[in-house]
């Protein structure tokens, strides 16, 4: 194997990827207004809900344990809860209501008023994300999309939006993880130990 190919491709992925985290400076405004969303939603009693699949449900679940757990600092445990972590939820709802249903039953279940749903999708085209929107709009939560792309459906349906126009998913990725470190930050800041 071509060592100089290896370490060009490795080079090109690296720029990629700090060129798309860049383009997180034009959503600073919306980065911070998410950041309030979460903090305002757990001051008040609130929860926060994430939702996402394949490579967006890690992030969800990340966001999620961070909360709950900690992200730096010790401080008092944050309600959040991923409604992607739940295997027997996620089989049950998919064998009984169709896979397109797996997060809006839960967020009729789970969700309340004054919680925030956090949705993560590269595209913006998964229909269980739209549903659980729909859900979470019926049931008087805020909503929050970290979105890729275009934000496919999803754009502009959120209370606040973050869309990523990276070049590709994994890219994508990377900046939505950036997103939910900020967002992590300042709600450690909001909530000291």
């Known amino acids: ?16 990827s700090v060129a798309t985290v860049e383009g997180l400076l034009d959503h600073a405004g919306s980065i911070a207004g998410a950041a309030r969303t979460v903090i ?33 600092a010790n401080r008092r445990s944050l ?7 739940d295997p027997t939820a996620l089989t049950c709802i998919g064998n009984d ?52 792309r275009d934000g496919g459906p999803l754009a502009g349906e959120s209370d606040v939006e973050i869309l990523v126009a990276g070049p590709s998913t994994e890219r994508i990725q990377e900046a939505h993880q950036v997103v939910v470190h900020l967002i992590l930050d300042a709600v450690e800041t909001a909530f000291p130990g």
Do not use: C, P, W
């Not at 194997?1 to 990629?16: L, P, Q, S, V, Y």
């Open 1 to 16: 194997m071509n060592e100089k190919a290896d370490t060009g491709r490795i080079e090109a992925a690296i720029r990629e």
């Open 40 to 72: 305002e939603a757990l001051t008040a009693g609130g929860k926060i809900l994430t939702a996402g699949n394949g490579g967006s449900a890690a992030e969800a679940l990340h966001m999620a344990e961070e909360l709950v757990g900690r992200f730096r």
């Open 79 to 85: 309600a959040a809860v991923s409604l992607a972590a």
């Open 97 to 148: 209501f169709g896979f397109d249903r797996v997060f809006s039953r839960q967020v009729e279940g789970l969700g309340q008023s004054g919680d925030v749903l956090v949705l993560f999708s590269t595209s913006g085209q998964a229909l269980n994300l739209t549903y659980a929107l729909e859900a979470a709009r019926a049931r008087g939560l805020k909503t929050i999309a970290l979105l890729g």
